[in-house]
C-alpha cells in the first residue's frame, strides 16, 4: 500500500457488481482494514451517521451514492416522490453539520425529479454519483497544488530543514475519497522530495488524528510524530510548528470555519504566536446561505459514549476501555467554529484567498 498511497480511494463502485458500493470502514483503522459493502441507501445512511465513514467530501460523495441506490430501490415504491423526499431527508439527518452531505443529496434529488423512467434515473443517479466522486478527487488534487505554492515561503525560509506542520483531525484521502484536503499540499511537497514533518493532534474522542491520519502519513512514508491534542500550544512557543493546517466540514461565506472540535483552540495557539493558521477546503465545502458560523452553523452532539470510553488493539484484538468514573457524565460537541479573523488563508481548488466575503468572492463570483 505504501507505493501506492496517493491511487487509494476511500468509497468505489464494486468491480463485480454495480449495485454495490464499497467503503473503507474507518472505525477498525489503523489495526485492521475491512472493506464493507453498501447495497442499500440505508446502508449508506448507517455508514454516514455511525462514522464507518467521515470528513466532509467523503460524506458527500457516500450520500450520492446513497442516492443511487435508492433508485434502484424505487421500483418497490408506489409514490417515488415521496420515497425519494424520504431517502434525502433521512440521509441529510445522518450527520448535521457537514455541508457536502445536503449538497450531494440535493444534486440528486434535483436530477431525478428530471425523469420519469426507472432506468434513466438509475442510469443517470449512478453517473452523478461518479461525477461527484471524480470533481471532489479533482479538487483535493488542486488544492495540494495551490497549497504547495502557498508553502513554498516558509519552505525557503527552513533553508533544507523539515518544514514543521501541524494538523488536526483527520482530512486526507480517508476523508476526502483521494489526496485529501489539509494533507494534499504535505503529499505533493512530499513527492517533490520537499522535506516536512507533522505534528498529528491525537484528536479526541474519537482519535481520527492519531489512528487515521498518521496511519495515511506511515502508508505514505512522510515523517510526523501523534501529539496529545493539547500539546500544539507548546510546540508553538518554543518554534516547532512553522505553520497549521486544517480542513473544514462547513465554512460560511464569510470565512468561518466549523470542523472537529479542538480547531477553534489551535487557531488561537496559532494567532497568539503569529504562526499562519491556514484552511484547505473545496467549493463544496461552502454554505451560501449562511453568515455568521457561531451562530449558525449546527454542531453535532454525539453519543456521550465516545468521550468516556477509547478504543483500541490489546493482544490482536480491538477493545473498547472506561477512562472516567462510570457515573459521572461527559458532553461530546462534534465540531466548534473557528471565527474567519483567526484564519489566515483558504486554499481551494481555484486558488488561495483570505478568509472575507470579498476574498472569497472573487473565487466563487457565481454564488
Same mark, same amino acid.
Given at each position: 500500500m505504501k507505493d501506492n498511497v496517493e491511487n487509494i480511494q476511500s468509497i468505489w463502485l464494486s468491480r463485480e457488481d454495480s449495485k454495490i458500493i464499497e467503503i473503507i470502514d474507518q472505525r477498525f483503522l489503523p489495526h485492521q482494514l475491512i472493506i464493507e459493502q453498501l447495497k442499500t441507501w440505508k446502508d449508506s445512511e448507517r455508514a454516514i451517521r455511525e462514522m464507518h465513514v467521515r470528513g466532509a467530501p467523503l460524506i458527500g460523495v457516500t450520500a450520492a451514492y446513497g442516492m443511487y441506490l435508492a433508485c434502484l430501490e424505487a421500483k418497490a415504491h408506489s409514490n417515488k416522490d415521496a420515497f425519494f423526499l424520504d431517502v434525502a431527508n433521512g440521509l441529510k439527518a445522518s450527520r448535521p453539520t457537514a455541508v457536502n452531505l445536503a449538497w450531494a443529496v440535493d444534486r440528486q434529488?434535483?436530477?431525478?425529479?428530471?425523469?420519469? =423512467?426507472?432506468?434513466?434515473?438509475? !442510469? *443517470?443517479?449512478?453517473?452523478?454519483?461518479?461525477? +461527484?466522486?471524480?470533481?471532489? $478527487?479533482?479538487?483535493?488534487?488542486?488544492?495540494?497544488?495551490?497549497?504547495?505554492?502557498?508553502?513554498?515561503?516558509?519552505?525557503?525560509?527552513?533553508?533544507?530543514?523539515?518544514?514543521?506542520?501541524?494538523?488536526?483531525?483527520?482530512?486526507?484521502?480517508?476523508?476526502?475519497?483521494?489526496?485529501?484536503?489539509?494533507?494534499?499540499?504535505?503529499?505533493?511537497?512530499?513527492?517533490?522530495?520537499?522535506?516536512?514533518?507533522?505534528?498529528?493532534?491525537?484528536?479526541?474522542?474519537? =482519535?481520527?488524528?492519531?489512528?487515521? !491520519? *498518521?496511519?495515511?502519513?506511515?502508508?505514505?512514508? +512522510?515523517?510526523?510524530?501523534? $501529539?496529545?491534542?493539547n500539546t500544539g500550544g507548546h510546540l508553538m512557543q518554543h518554534g516547532l510548528v512553522d505553520c497549521c493546517i486544517v480542513g473544514s466540514d462547513r465554512t460560511t461565506r464569510t470565512g468561518d470555519v466549523a470542523n472537529k472540535i479542538g480547531t477553534y483552540l489551535k487557531a488561537l495557539a496559532a494567532h497568539d504566536n503569529k504562526i499562519p493558521f491556514y484552511v484547505a477546503l473545496p467549493g463544496s465545502t461552502f454554505d451560501w446561505e449562511i453568515r455568521d458560523g457561531?451562530?449558525?452553523?449546527?454542531?453535532?452532539?454525539?453519543?456521550?459514549?465516545?468521550?468516556?470510553?477509547?478504543?483500541?488493539?490489546?493482544?490482536?484484538?480491538?477493545?473498547?476501555?472506561?477512562?472516567?468514573?462510570?457515573e459521572s457524565p461527559a458532553v461530546n460537541f462534534g465540531f466548534d467554529v473557528t471565527p474567519a479573523h483567526l484564519v489566515t488563508r483558504l486554499i481551494t481548488e481555484r486558488g488561495v484567498c483570505q478568509a472575507n466575503e470579498a476574498s472569497i468572492n472573487e473565487l466563487f463570483p457565481e454564488y
Open positions: 434529488l434535483a436530477l431525478i425529479n428530471t425523469l420519469k =423512467n426507472a432506468d434513466e434515473i438509475i !442510469t *443517470a443517479s449512478l453517473s452523478l454519483a461518479k461525477k +461527484i466522486s471524480d470533481e471532489e $478527487i479533482e479538487n483535493c488534487a488542486k488544492i495540494g497544488q495551490y497549497g504547495l505554492d502557498l508553502l513554498q515561503p516558509l519552505i525557503a525560509k527552513k533553508k533544507g530543514e523539515p518544514l514543521n506542520i501541524l494538523t488536526h483531525c483527520n482530512a486526507g484521502w480517508l476523508a476526502c475519497v483521494q489526496h485529501g484536503t489539509a494533507t494534499a499540499p504535505m503529499y505533493a511537497a512530499h513527492q517533490l522530495g520537499i522535506p516536512i514533518h507533522v505534528w498529528v493532534d491525537e484528536t479526541r474522542p474519537r =482519535n481520527q488524528g492519531a489512528r487515521l !491520519t *498518521a496511519w495515511e502519513l506511515g502508508q505514505a512514508g +512522510i515523517p510526523h510524530t501523534v $501529539i496529545p491534542d457561531v451562530k449558525e452553523i449546527p454542531i453535532e452532539e454525539r453519543n456521550s459514549k465516545e468521550v468516556k470510553f477509547i478504543q483500541g488493539l490489546y493482544e490482536k484484538n480491538i477493545i473498547k476501555v472506561l477512562v472516567s468514573p462510570p
